[in-house]
């Protein structure tokens, strides 16, 4: 069975400093996906990125970036210079194929707290 | 905003009672995933449709159950509703069940259920 752990129940940080989410999957597939989501206080599900098995770049979007390694199976997200607005509950997930589709198997997230 | 609607956004109701959650998909998405998040559980998966027909199943109680109309909207029924069921509940849509089109899942706002 599909499984990711993210071990970082909650991290506080004070606005400016970098920070990284960790993200360790398991599955048995080849072909796979990986997602990141962000939960703010209002509650949505704000997708941030998806990355395919095949796909080992480093993906980078204004302070957001993401550091895939198929070899430690992490999908590890960092926010550079982070800001009160980045307080949040982050989510990694995993596309979990089914008979019709995919499912989406999540982490436990992890709560980000930014202070001022 | 992801083009997925959900109602009502809250829902406050007694133990014993029965709810109907809604949702509307994007438009030409054809399938329909139902999410639960609960302090205890995390994200997990309940039931996807698609074009009208149950597709999958996961961890969705019997007092549990769902449909997709013709129009695609779908309706998850909860019955006999207990402290537990309280949660926040998220409806997904894709537009297709196979290939790329089937992994990128859009999330409504959610329906926030309390259970007295």
């Known amino acids: 069975a599909q499984k990711v752990t993210q071990a970082q129940t909650e991290i506080s940080v004070v606005e400016k400093e970098d920070v990284t989410l960790d993200c360790v999957y398991e599955t048995r597939d080849t072909t796979y996906y990986l997602f990141w989501y962000k939960q703010p206080p209002s509650g949505e599900l704000v997708f941030l990125i998806r990355r395919n098995s095949f796909d080992e770049q480093n993906e980078i979007s204004g302070r957001y970036s993401w550091n895939f390694q198929k070899s430690t199976s992490s999908f590890n997200f960092t926010i550079t210079a982070s800001q009160v607005v980045d307080s949040a509950v982050y989510f990694c997930a995993l596309s979990e194929p089914m008979e019709y589709g995919n499912k989406l198997v999540f982490g436990a997230g992890t709560i980000l707290r930014v202070k001022s | 905003d992801s083009g997925v609607t959900q109602t009502p956004k809250h829902l406050i109701t007694a133990t014993g009672q029965r709810v109907t959650l809604r949702c509307s998909p994007r438009s030409g998405d054809l399938s329909v995933y139902w999410y639960q998040q609960s302090l205890d559980q995390g994200l997990q998966f309940l039931i996807q449709?698609?074009?009208?027909?149950?597709?999958a199943k996961g961890n969705i109680l019997e007092r549990f159950s769902a449909q997709q109309f013709p129009d695609l909207h779908s309706e998850l029924n909860l019955s006999s509703l207990e402290l537990g069921d309280s949660a926040l509940y998220f409806c997904?849509?894709?537009?297709?069940?196979?290939?790329?089109?089937?992994?990128?899942?859009?999330f409504g706002p959610g329906t926030r259920l309390t259970v007295l």
């Open positions: 997904a849509s894709t537009h297709g069940v196979f290939g790329i089109s089937s992994q990128q899942q859009f």
């Open positions: 449709y698609y074009n009208g027909e149950e597709r």
